[in-house]
């Protein structure tokens, strides 16, 4: 197992070099950049904030004041924007620049934020990491009984109303149910049960330890509510097919013949067998969430997670930010899924990934 590990670990350097270097291309061959921006800035001229006004190429690929934005600007000025901006050097220096950064834990600077690309992730890290966990453990506690509820009431009036539910849940996009929640329950127009925005109140530090702690579920219980309506279908779906088909097996009618109790059949011999998937699952659905479920979320009831400003970071062209999440996100990722692996081995010893590879 260790040698498996070795493995993957050093698949992470190569995995990392090509995710940043496709990206890298890909920002190449996009409209715009923070050197057009600015040039269209000086000329007094609209950027509508997504780089579709842009009429030059990407600023990155550009050098020597050859802007649409630079006519009738010294060109002095545009080369000292550029190399502001490290555009003065060629992209494949660049590149190599910033993965060589990138290593030694040096993410750069923002363009427009005045702050390292590290104080802004730190900052934000906390709130995308409370959604996920929150969002991922609920959807994991109420998921797993219903599931296995289902499973033993097959068929029954429960299984299709449940089934029903959970099937609306799903068909509703999250940023539509939080659109919703914020309408019914924020002051929109009925009630005003829960805060609009923000993950804690502005006299957050002046309350108690408890009062603190109310704060914070206040604050995310709507948000969480808008993410983990969609996953319960899934979920809770996997979890009674993997139930049924461990009930079926010989070793459960074995189990029932001895005498032994529903209970006992159900908890002792098929919940460990039958659980495998769900719970080594559990990193990547993290890291799952983590990622893709709250970019709309933290937009909607603002929240100033890392989705939110790796979303402002690309419309704004801010390219250390952009890389900086980008690396993040794909690091995080990488590590999960090794968890994940391992944790199929902690709850079936039997699976062996380094036997598997030979």
Same mark, same amino acid.
């Given at each position: 197992?260790?040698?498996?590990?070795?493995?993957?670990?050093?698949?992470? !350097? #190569?995995?990392?070099f090509g995710i940043l270097l496709l990206n890298?291309?890909?920002? /190449?061959?996009?409209?715009?950049?923070?050197?057009?921006?600015? $040039?269209?800035?000086? /000329?007094?001229?609209?950027?509508?904030?997504?780089?579709?006004?842009?009429?030059?190429? %990407?600023?990155?690929?550009?050098?020597?004041?050859?802007?649409?934005?630079?006519?009738?600007?010294?060109?002095?000025?545009?080369?000292?924007?550029?190399?502001?901006?490290?555009?003065?050097?060629?992209?494949?220096?660049?590149?190599?620049?910033? =993965?060589?950064?990138?290593?030694?834990?040096?993410?750069?600077?923002?363009?427009?934020?005045?702050? %390292?690309?590290?104080?802004?992730? *730190?900052?934000?890290?906390? =709130?995308? *990491?409370? &959604?996920?966990?929150?969002?991922?453990?609920?959807?994991?506690?109420?998921? *797993? #009984?219903?599931?296995?509820?289902?499973?033993?009431?097959?068929?029954?009036?429960?299984?299709?109303? %449940?089934?029903?539910?959970?099937?609306?849940?799903?068909?509703?996009?999250?940023?539509?149910?939080?659109?919703? &929640?914020? =309408?019914?329950?924020?002051?929109?127009?009925?009630?005003?049960?829960? #805060?609009?925005?923000? $993950?804690?109140?502005?006299?957050?530090?002046? &309350?108690?330890? +408890?009062?603190? =702690?109310?704060?914070?579920?206040?604050?995310?219980?709507?948000?969480?509510?808008?993410?983990?309506?969609?996953?319960?279908?899934?979920?809770? +779906?996997?979890?009674?097919?993997?139930?049924?088909?461990?009930?079926?097996? /010989?070793?459960?009618?074995?189990?029932?013949?001895?005498?032994?109790?529903?209970?006992?059949?159900?908890?002792?011999?098929?919940?460990?067998?039958?659980? &495998? *998937? !769900? !719970?080594?699952?559990?990193?990547?659905?993290?890291?799952?969430?983590?990622?893709?479920?709250?970019?709309?979320?933290?937009? !909607?009831?603002?929240?100033?997670?890392?989705?939110?400003?790796?979303?402002?970071?690309?419309?704004?062209?801010?390219?250390?930010?952009?890389?900086?999440?980008?690396?993040?996100?794909?690091?995080?990722?990488?590590? +999960?899924?090794?968890?994940?692996?391992?944790?199929?081995?902690?709850?079936?010893p039997r699976i062996d990934f380094e036997r598997?590879?030979?």
């Amino acid at each position: 197992m260790k040698l498996y590990i070795a493995k993957r670990l050093l698949l992470v !350097i #190569p995995t990392l070099f090509g995710i940043l270097l496709l990206n890298f291309v890909v920002i /190449q061959a996009a409209p715009g950049g923070p050197v057009e921006k600015t $040039l269209a800035e000086l /000329q007094g001229i609209g950027t509508g904030g997504t780089g579709g006004s842009f009429a030059g190429g %990407s600023a990155d690929t550009m050098t020597g004041g050859n802007y649409q934005n630079a006519k009738g600007l010294p060109p002095e000025l545009v080369e000292r924007i550029e190399k502001m901006y490290g555009f003065d050097k060629p992209a494949p220096e660049r590149f190599w620049l910033m =993965v060589k950064n990138y290593f030694s834990g040096n993410f750069g600077e923002s363009y427009y934020r005045d702050r %390292s690309v590290t104080e802004l992730i *730190i900052e934000r890290l906390p =709130v995308s *990491i409370s &959604l996920g966990l929150w969002s991922t453990l609920i959807a994991y506690l109420v998921s *797993i #009984p219903l599931g296995i509820r289902k499973a033993v009431h097959d068929g029954t009036r429960f299984d299709v109303w %449940s089934s029903t539910l959970i099937v609306i849940g799903f068909a509703i996009p999250s940023f539509l149910l939080g659109l919703l &929640l914020i =309408v019914l329950f924020s002051g929109g127009s009925y009630f005003e049960w829960f #805060p609009l925005r923000g $993950l804690t109140s502005d006299n957050f530090d002046e &309350l108690t330890v +408890m009062g603190k =702690v109310w704060d914070y579920i206040w604050h995310i219980t709507l948000p969480t509510i808008a993410i983990v309506a969609g996953n319960f279908a899934t979920l809770s +779906m996997l979890t009674k097919n993997s139930f049924m088909d461990e009930i079926r097996k /010989q070793y459960v009618q074995t189990a029932r013949a001895k005498g032994l109790a529903e209970k006992q059949v159900l908890y002792g011999h098929v919940f460990r067998n039958a659980m &495998l *998937i !769900i !719970i080594a699952g559990f990193p990547a659905a993290f890291i799952s969430m983590f990622f893709t479920g709250v970019l709309l979320i933290e937009y !909607i009831f603002s929240l100033d997670g890392l989705g939110l400003l790796g979303f402002e970071a690309v419309i704004s062209r801010d390219y250390p930010v952009v890389f900086g999440t980008l690396f993040i996100f794909t690091l995080l990722s990488l590590v +999960m899924k090794l968890v994940s692996d391992l944790t199929y081995v902690w709850v079936d010893p039997r699976i062996d990934f380094e036997r598997r590879d030979h």
